[in-house]
Nanobody
């Protein structure tokens, strides 16, 4: 089992920045791919960014490409999402998710690919 805890959310003005963290505990000796998703009020949860267990492979949703950066520090069992040039439409609850890699160094972009989820952290961008 892996437990995930997100942090770093908050209220920021348009154009501002936030850095979200996803800290893993439990069975962290294994290799995990991690993804970030978000859910805005009244909308379905959507994919934001994903990173393979090594950090070599990364993928972004078109809506955040060029503004968000996903990274990881495996020594700290933590994955980060640096969010720059934030827009009101980025307002959502952000979730991180993890999937055991089983030797495959790749990323995953759909919810059903992930086994473990955090509780979410709220990001609000004011106009």
């Amino acid at each position: 089992q892996v437990q995930l805890v997100e942090s770093g959310g908050g209220l920021v003005q348009t154009g501002g920045s936030l850095r979200l963290s996803c800290a893993a505990s439990g069975r962290t000796s294994s290799s995990y791919a991690v993804g970030w998703f978000r859910q805005a009020p009244g909308k379905e949860r959507e994919f934001v960014a994903a990173i393979s267990w090594s950090g070599r492979w990364i993928y972004y949703a078109d809506s955040v490409k060029g503004r968000f950066t996903i990274s990881r520090d495996n020594a700290k069992n933590t994955v980060y999402l640096q969010m720059n040039s934030l827009k009101p439409e980025d307002t959502a609850v952000y979730y991180c998710a993890a999937r055991l890699s089983n030797g495959s160094d790749t990323y995953y972009i759909t919810e059903r690919d992930y086994d473990y989820w955090g509780q979410g952290t709220q990001v609000t961008v004011s106009s």
